[in-house]
């Protein structure tokens, strides 16, 4: 499997930003999508993922009530609504496949750059 990001950039706080993350190869394998984020000096988050099947959603505490994901079966494809943005979402956003608590996804996408400015 191999998943291309788009989306990302710079936005003012409050503003609003969306990610995509479409997969491409053994598809039929997935079962949850999601993104991470990393912020320089700060551990690996984990933000939300969705399972592909139910669509079953779960959130970082920190972005609930802001962050929506949702996914389109078809287009094999996950997407990270991103509003009320704030300087501290600032981070690398990676999309990432197939992963439960305690394991490492099995795939990675490549990163994109989020910056809220104050």
């Known amino acids: 499997v191999q998943l291309q990001a788009y989306g990302g950039g710079l936005v003012q706080a409050g503003g609003s930003l969306r990610l995509s993350c479409t997969a491409s190869?053994?598809?039929?394998?997935?079962?949850?999508m999601g993104w991470f984020r990393q912020a320089p000096g700060k551990e690996r988050e984990t933000v939300a993922r969705i399972g592909w099947t139910g669509g079953s959603s779960v959130y970082a505490d920190s972005v609930k009530g802001r962050f929506i994901i949702s996914r389109d079966g078809a287009k094999n494809t996950a997407y990270l609504q991103m509003n009320s943005l704030k300087p501290e979402d600032t981070a690398v956003y990676y999309c990432?496949?197939?992963?439960?608590?305690?394991?490492?996804?099995?795939?990675w996408g490549q990163g994109t750059q989020v910056t809220v400015s104050s």
């Open positions: 190869g053994r598809t039929f394998s997935i079962y949850a």
């Open positions: 990432a496949a197939n992963w439960n608590n305690g394991r490492e996804p099995d795939y």
